[in-house]
């Protein structure tokens, strides 16, 4: 048996206003902005180099607007992300180290929680570490 995990809903209370932050302040790619069918409009982006995908829209959850936390961004080097990250204007925290794994955090404009962590070397990965 396979399974991928391809694609994420992320509950938002306005989509223009994600599906700019989340192009423009984050450059994930816009797959695709469609309308359906009446009130069901699906915005699919990707982050940059991923095979999984997050959607944003209207009419396809019943989650609250910002109530999704820890969807994790695993980068080979976290302070060059970061840099990019804050040079397009995103609020990102400053890295921590916990315990040889990096680590830095950001919101969208509804509150959903994201984690960046640096990539582990084989040696130090475990069930967490991806």
Do not use: C
Not at 3 to 21: C, G, T, W
Not at 61 to 68: E, Q
Not at 109 to 114: A, F, K, L, Q, S
């Amino acid at each position: 048996m396979q399974m991928r995990l391809e694609v994420v809903q992320v509950p938002v209370s306005d989509v223009d206003r994600s599906k700019a932050f989340y192009t423009e302040k984050l450059g994930f790619v816009l797959d695709h902005d469609v309308e359906h069918i009446p009130g069901m409009r699906v915005v699919q982006l990707t982050p940059p180099g991923s095979a999984a995908s997050i959607v944003i829209g209207t009419g396809m959850t019943a989650m609250a607007p910002g109530s999704l936390e820890g969807l994790q961004l695993v980068v080979p080097d976290i302070t060059e992300v970061r840099n990019e990250l804050v040079g397009r204007g995103a609020a990102i925290s400053d890295i921590q180290d916990l315990g040889g794994v990096l680590f830095a955090y950001f919101s969208d404009p509804d509150g959903n929680r994201w984690v960046v962590q640096e990539q582990t070397p084989p040696a130090v990965r475990g069930a967490y570490n991806p």
